[in-house]
């Protein structure tokens, strides 16, 4: 399917400023969200889009060109992050279970009234609350999540290697992706996996 120039304009608006809402880019564009809604529809359909509620945009078609290890290890964090899970500080533990298990993932980020970073919580923590006789409803994550000061976290234009060498070394299982104190995205071990593995497809298909 080719796409229409309008289309192609949405592409390069997601791919450099992801995320970004419906409504970003049809100010941008000088259109109303109506005019462009059959056009997001359209490349979501065809899996180069994701969007996700409260957050927004983000582009997915994008894939290195096959080549040497340099540009492997120099992919941006951008091209390979997902989407990230966030909750507000109060959230119960109990919820925190519930949403970690159906969005199935390891580490939901907390975020604050104004959507900024403000802890991380893993599958460890929930697990070290849930022991004992405690009412999980009662308490909040924010008693919890590992705190600001002491998280490590990724920005969208540092390379996979940047991030590779922080998971490793500080052992977790994923980084937030921050910009303005605000989560834009989640890349983790399984996210670089997915590089890794698309890479060598590429090389093995040339």
Known sequence: MELNQRQKEIIDLVKNNQPITSQEIADNLELSRAAIRNDLSVLSLLDI??????????????RPEPGSLDSLFNIKVKEIMSLPVNLVEDTSIYDAIVT???????????????????????????????????????????????????????????????????????????????????????????????????????????
Do not use: W
């Open 49 to 62: 889009l994701d969007a996700k509620p409260r957050v927004g945009y983000f582009y997915k078609g994008e």
């Open 100 to 206: 970690m298990f159906l969005e199935d993932t390891g580490t939901v980020f907390v975020i604050d009234e104004y959507d900024e970073l403000v802890g991380v919580i893993s599958r460890k923590d929930l697990l070290k609350m849930a022991m004992g006789n405690r009412d999980l409803n009662e308490i909040p994550v924010s008693l919890a999540m590992t705190r600001v000061p002491k998280l490590i976290t990724a920005i969208k234009d540092e390379t996979l290697l940047m991030a590779a060498r922080k998971i490793v070394d500080n052992k977790v299982d994923s980084l937030p992706v921050v910009e303005d104190e605000k989560v834009i995205g989640r890349i983790s071990k399984t996210s670089i996996s997915n590089a890794l593995v698309d890479y060598a497809t590429e090389i093995g298909s040339d």
